[in-house]
């Protein structure tokens, strides 16, 4: 890769990355807040568990690329670990070029969901489409269609 396009890499993983961080800290502090507010105020937000499921969802799909990146989908290291270093490499490719397949293809088949009757349903606490939570699919796809594309441009012996 360019030293350029590693820059641009670099600087969209970092998004990914951030985001992930902020809602996992914005998830926490919402459901310490919800459970301090009702069980010592007796106040309860209907919208709450809603909004913490909803940032769980995109942290999920966000963790989905950031594990990626650091090889830490065991299927995928099992497999690779028992095999010599050699067949490795060879299967490198086939291996980045099937994960991305079968997440483009899911990435595609959320985009039915997200324009669909159910996305444009309204969810019952926040009164928001569901649409909103959906989004997360694509987001997460495109995130590690990007590490798999990083993975494959960077130089011999820099990783698979």
């Known amino acids: 890769m360019e030293m350029e396009e590693v820059k641009k890499a670099g600087i969209v993983r970092s998004v990914a990355d951030v985001a992930a961080m902020v809602g996992l800290a914005a998830m926490t502090l919402l459901v310490f807040a919800t459970v301090i507010l009702r069980y010592f105020f007796a106040i309860s937000f209907r919208w ?41 490499r060879v299967l490198a490719i086939p291996i980045h070029a099937l994960v991305a397949a079968l997440m483009l293809s899911i990435g595609v088949a959320s985009l039915g969901i997200i324009f669909g009757k159910l996305g444009q349903a309204l969810t019952p606490g926040l009164q928001i489409p569901r ?26 012996g820099a990783g698979t």
């Not at 999920?60 to 095999?83: D, M, N, P, Q, S």
């Open 131 to 156: 649409a909103y939570m959906y989004v997360a699919i694509p987001v997460g796809v495109f995130f590690l269609l990007l590490e798999i594309l990083v993975k494959l441009r960077a130089p011999k």
């Open 48 to 88: 709450s568990d809603e909004l913490a499921r909803i940032i769980f969802i995109y942290i999920v799909f966000l963790g989905i690329a950031i594990a990626y990146r650091h090889r830490e989908h065991i299927v995928i290291e099992l497999l690779l670990i028992v095999l010599p270093e050699r067949v490795r």
